[in-house]
């Protein structure tokens, strides 16, 4: 049985929903501000899988929208937004690219990039005090060293999500959609 529209529709409020929750409850502990956004992907995933990269894009662009106006982490939200909200519906295509070094690369361009802009529009947009406050404080081996980390969790993330899309396949998605031929 196909989904209707409402239900599609009903699905995608739903996870939208979620997606906003998870990334809004970020903001209670301060190592979540690099969690929540990762767990605020995963929500809009399974819209990709079951309507296509179109419906989850465009949940992702309302889900972005409206932890804009929700989420009291900024920091947070602006991951979400410039990198972990689209990465789980992007990932299958870049896993697709055969040369893995070049694939590799790409992902890492993709990360460094996205959040080069994303805090680019942190500092000299929205200003963020605290931040800058960090930035400035930190030392350039401590800013380079945290660099570092931040692309060996990226791909840590980029490694576990094939196994969470395994999960969500064998184990969510016969409960979410019992009859669906895939």
Not at 62 to 86: N, T
Request: glycine content about 8%; aromatic content about 10%; overall charge positive.
């Amino acid at each position: 049985m196909a989904p209707t529209n409402a239900r599609k529709t009903a699905l995608c409020g739903l996870f939208c929903g979620l997606s906003v929750v998870v990334l809004s409850l970020g903001s209670v502990l301060p190592l979540a501000t690099f969690c929540a956004p990762a767990l605020a992907g995963l929500c809009i995933f399974p819209i990709g899988v079951e309507f296509g990269l179109k419906t989850g894009l465009l949940s992702y662009l309302v889900s972005s929208l409206l932890s804009a106006f929700f989420c009291p982490d900024r920091e947070a939200m602006c991951i979400f937004v410039f990198l972990l909200g689209y990465y789980p519906l992007v990932k299958p295509w870049l896993d697709k690219l055969k040369n893995k070094p070049i694939q590799l690369l790409t992902k890492i361009l993709l990360c460094n990039g996205s959040l080069a802009i994303c805090y680019g529009i942190l500092l000299l947009l929205v200003g963020a005090p605290t931040l800058r406050k960090e930035l400035a404080d930190a030392g350039i081996i401590l800013l380079f060293a945290t660099i570092l980390l931040g692309n060996i969790a990226f791909l840590v993330y980029d490694k576990a999500l094939v196994n969470l899309f395994r999960v969500y396949l064998c184990q969510f998605r016969p409960k979410i959609f019992p009859h669906s031929p895939r």
